[in-house]
């Protein structure tokens, strides 16, 4: 077994005797630093997370599992396995949680349930409780994208297992408190621009989103001026039509609240009367 040059990533259950024999001859110490050697590579790829690592997490159980199958010095070095693969993947995860779920952020937090799932099963397997209740508390996270990547964890996962009840009564808390919230009565129109600019033109976008009786907005504004609203719409996917007239000087930009905001709302609460209906069923959570 080839030790340097080597990435983590590259070591799988059948290596588990012979890491094994080395973890018991040089110590804790010499592993660790190992260990440590072998993670040097893992640096952020695509939304801050390279693939290769994300694609051996979901094997993690397995792995650890081997391991700590050949003695107490290699599953000391499977729980620093799963310790260091949480510390990568919630340090690239943990920063970009704040913020809309977007289709885009919400199609890269389904992806990363899987690999979550991994660790998490791992550490469990292992009793490693301060990687569990790390992976719990940022699981938790208040926001949508938070409860997206918590989902995706839990049907990864499939069925009830051991690590993962908390995460699931936490998960059923919340769609609760989402499905008790008054729905949207016909013709409010009204929209909360997410944070992310306080700028004058921001300011004034933000006055005409929120009115509830307000559905268009003819806006005169220069070609920069344009371009900056252009880009906080699309950029937070707003249920917002923009287009520019170009009549006049300067050009007006013509603002229109469409029924997708309407449709978008329907379709939520329908996923997660779903996603409920799935906990109750399956990780057998109270109604």
Not at 18 to 36: E, I, K, P, Q, S
Not at 154 to 175: H, K, P, Y
Not at 259 to 271: K, P, T, V, Y
């Amino acid at each position: 077994m080839l030790l340097r040059p080597f990435a983590l990533e590259r070591l799988v259950p059948p290596h588990g005797p012979v890491f094994a024999a080395l973890a018991a001859h040089y110590g804790d110490t010499w592993t660790d630093g190992l260990l440590r050697h072998w993670t040097e590579g893992w640096r952020p790829g695509s939304y801050g997370l390279a693939q290769a690592p994300l694609e051996w997490f979901e094997d993690l159980p397995r792995l650890c599992a081997a391991l700590s199958a050949e003695g107490n010095a290699s599953t000391a070095a499977a729980r620093r396995i799963v310790e260091l693969s949480w510390t990568m993947f919630a340090g690239h995860v943990a920063p970009a949680l704040d913020g809309p779920l977007t289709s885009r952020r919400q199609a890269w937090l389904t992806a990363l349930g899987t690999p979550c799932s991994g660790i998490i099963a791992a550490a469990a397997g292992l009793g490693s409780t301060g990687v569990l209740e790390n992976a719990h508390k940022l699981v938790r996270t208040a926001g949508d994208r938070a409860h997206a990547l918590a989902m995706a964890t839990l049907r990864a996962a499939g069925t009830r297992q051991r690590g993962f009840d908390e995460l699931a009564l936490s998960c059923a808390d919340r769609i609760r408190t989402l499905l008790a919230q008054p729905q949207r009565p016909p013709g409010d129109w009204s929209i909360e621009l997410p944070t992310g600019c306080a700028c004058e033109l921001c300011e004034t976008l933000g006055t005409f989103l929120r009115d509830p009786g307000r559905r268009a907005l003819d806006w005169p504004l220069a070609k920069d001026r344009r371009r900056h609203v252009h880009a906080r719409i699309d950029e937070t996917e707003l249920p917002v039509h923009h287009e520019t007239r170009r009549q006049g000087r300067p050009y007006t930009l013509v603002l229109t609240k469409t029924e997708a905001l309407f449709e978008r709302e329907r379709l939520a609460r329908e996923r997660h009367q779903a996603d409920l209906a799935w906990l109750t069923h399956e990780w057998k959570v109270s109604t």
